[in-house]
């Protein structure tokens, strides 16, 4: 995992670079277990399609949408553009790395596990993060991260993706 300090901007696509790397080494360390990349809407679902070619993949590419299973649902209601969950392999059984942008409370990541679970039972689920900018309120750590950098609780990180799915991390 990685820290960055100063003032200098954050490079997203370093960051991917990072994270991609973590996750090879751990195929490499392991090269018979097969994973599954599962993207949460829409961040986590930019970085697993990209990571998902980048690491040349042969299971399918799964998308989650955690809206329903949010506790703060009634508070936030509908995202402005709804994705729904794709799932084109059996759950139950496999092994799972779930993606998601950005790492903060922890609130996104258990919603996820929630839609997972309604699918069946993995054998491991592992999750995988661009950035974890700390701040968390429930015990959810990930195993993959591109970097670690603390972030007050009135800023938010944003992703980005352009045309050619180069990413860009900006700060609101």
């Known amino acids: 995992m990685s820290k960055q300090t100063g003032d200098s901007p954050l490079d997203a696509e370093a960051i991917y670079a990072s994270l991609r790397d973590a996750i090879a080494a751990s195929l490499a360390s392991d090269p018979q277990r097969a994973i ?3 993207g949460i809407h ?3 679902a930019w970085l697993a399609e990209r990571l998902h070619a ?3 993949l042969t299971t399918p590419l799964g ?3 955690s809206a329903f299973h949010r506790d703060d649902y009634g508070r936030r209601g509908l995202p402005a553009e709804m994705k729904s969950s794709s799932l084109p392999f059996e759950i139950a059984g496999t092994d799972i790395v779930l993606v998601d942008d950005i790492l903060y409370t922890g609130r996104t990541v258990r919603a996820a596990l929630n839609e997972l679970f309604d699918y069946g ?3 491991r689920v592992r999750l995988a993060v661009l950035l974890d900018r700390g701040g968390r309120e429930l015990p959810i750590e990930a195993a993959f991260c591109g970097l670690s950098h603390p972030l007050p609780a009135q800023n938010a990180f944003v992703l980005a993706r352009d045309e050619h799915g180069q990413f860009t991390l900006g700060i609101e």
Do not use: F
Request: no cysteine; aromatic share 0%.
């Open 36 to 38: 599954h990349l599962i």
């Open 42 to 44: 829409s961040g986590g």
């Open 54 to 56: 980048d690491l040349a």
């Open 63 to 65: 998308t989650l949408s």
């Open 121 to 123: 039972r993995p054998a």
